[in-house]
């Protein structure tokens, strides 16, 4: 399975951005049963999880995304999505999407900047 992310770019503080995430060469019986996440990492810093989501929609988020950011599925098009909204300069990270235990193998993420 190839993980696609899509959807980063430069964004002021307070805006929003949506990203998306498609699971190539993965049949919709593979993508379907995994818990997908979508997680950030900084330079230097330790790739950190951002927000997960079952495969009946129940999401979940870190504390510095709650009530900013939300997660989405669609496991027909084997895609997960994630809606960002109000960003602050922290949010400034490259994203990538993958299993909740990162078991598939790491795209190269879509880069976010948040800046005025």
């Known amino acids: 399975v190839q993980l696609q992310a899509s959807g980063g770019g430069l964004v002021q503080p307070g805006g929003s951005l949506r990203l998306s995430c498609v699971a190539t060469r993965a049949i919709t019986s593979t993508f379907n049963p995994n818990v997908m996440a979508w997680y950030r990492q900084t330079p230097g810093k330790q790739r950190e999880l951002v927000a997960s989501?079952?495969?009946?929609?129940?999401?979940n988020y870190a504390d510095s995304v709650k009530g900013r950011f939300t997660i989405s599925r669609n496991n027909g098009r084997k895609m997960i999505y994630l809606q960002m909204s109000n960003v602050k300069t922290d949010d400034t990270a490259v994203y990538y999407c993958?299993?909740?235990?990162?078991?598939?193998?790491w795209g190269k993420g879509t880069q976010v900047t948040v800046s005025s």
């Open positions: 989501i079952t495969k009946d929609g129940v999401p």
């Open positions: 993958n299993t909740i235990d990162g078991s598939w193998s």
